[in-house]
């Protein structure tokens, strides 16, 4: 544990408690992209199988559980809360996120530090973290009205995979044979999808008017 990996697990905390709060509070969706939910839903529940078998400690275990919790309700909202769902854009929301699926499954299957189920399933999540954020993306370009609390959410996540990054370039120059290469390309990937979005959102900051996206 160090500073920036704390707070890229804070900023990530903060992510889905902004969306929590959007859905819970206003009962609305729009602009959320189900599609990246339940992908973020998928990562979640195979990258967390150990859940229930592998104690590292209290922290560790308490943020998994609140990924886990708080992606699925989410899905839940979206599908089922009969208030919610009447917001929720599906003639927008139309990524089609099957396709992302099977790619990273069978490159987990090409490319793993280790051929077995667990490792494999592992490296599958984190190649699907990587561009679980497309739908949200492709959505939010399509419609282009972007309230506050969905440009946070989406700010708040990208930054949190940026954090990342400077955590794992502390561990490497701190930690003695410290090499995790998937871990680390799709962490840039995955941080490279928000550089556009990054771009106008902190130029809507600093000008003072609304966030929107170029067609």
Not at 183 to 193: E, Y
């Amino acid at each position: 544990m160090n500073a920036f990996r704390l707070a890229g697990d804070m900023t990530h905390l903060m992510s889905v408690l902004v969306l929590l709060l959007k859905i819970h509070t206003i009962k609305s969706c729009a602009g959320v992209s189900l599609k990246t939910q339940e992908l973020y839903a998928l990562v979640f529940a195979t990258r967390y199988l150990d859940i229930f078998t592998d104690f590292i400690s209290l922290y560790n275990t308490f943020m998994k559980m609140i990924f886990l919790g708080s992606s699925f309700s989410i899905v839940w909202y979206i599908r089922r809360h009969k208030m919610v769902r009447r917001s929720y854009d599906k003639d927008h929301d139309t990524f089609r996120h099957q396709f992302l699926v099977l790619p990273c499954l069978l490159l987990a299957l090409l490319i793993h530090e280790k051929f077995t189920f667990r490792e494999v399933i592992w490296t599958f999540s984190i190649y699907l973290e990587a561009v679980a954020i497309l739908p949200q993306l492709v959505l939010l370009q399509r419609t282009r009205n972007i309230d506050n609390l969905t440009g946070q959410y989406v700010f708040f996540l990208g930054a949190y995979r940026a954090l990342y990054i400077l955590n794992w370039a502390y561990r490497y120059f701190t930690e003695p044979h410290y090499v995790h290469w998937i871990t680390w390309i799709s962490g840039f990937v995955q941080t490279l999808l928000y550089a556009d979005f990054f771009y106008y959102y902190l130029n809507s900051l600093k000008n003072n008017v609304k966030l929107t996206l170029p067609d």
